[in-house]
Nanobody, 124 residues
């Protein structure tokens, strides 16, 4: 059974860093676009970052641009989110997801498969 499993979340002080990983199993996702989204309590899920199948196309939300970096390792069937200069407003459950094609996308409706999420908490 195909799965996306996020890891690397945790509690960190403001200004700190975390690296999230999303490991795919059960099938290869190396030919597909991948994305990270997040959902804070009481808020809607929001786009964070996306990357196309080759890694040559990456986009970020304005709120994380310059602080977060999305990357992928197709040989390991994995995608990563390096988060630096974390702020309390980055606190959320972070989800990775894959589109049904090789393209990146900011739109959650374009994503066909989602992981279960990992909690990131940034203390002030």
């Amino acid at each position: 059974q195909a799965q996306l499993v996020e890891s690397g979340g945790g509690l960190v002080q403001a200004g700190g860093s975390l690296r999230l990983s999303c490991a795919a199993s059960g099938r290869t996702f190396s030919g597909y676009g991948m994305g990270w989204f997040r959902q804070a309590p009481g808020k809607e899920r929001e786009f964070v970052a996306t990357i196309n199948w080759s890694g040559g196309s990456r986009y970020y939300s304005d709120s994380v641009k310059g602080r977060f970096t999305i990357s992928r390792d197709n040989a390991k069937n994995a995608v990563y989110l390096q988060m630096n200069s974390l702020k309390p407003e980055d606190t959320a459950v972070y989800y990775c997801a894959t589109t049904g094609n090789g393209y990146s996308s900011r739109n959650a409706n374009d994503y066909a498969f989602w992981g279960q999420g990992t909690q990131v908490t940034v203390s002030s």
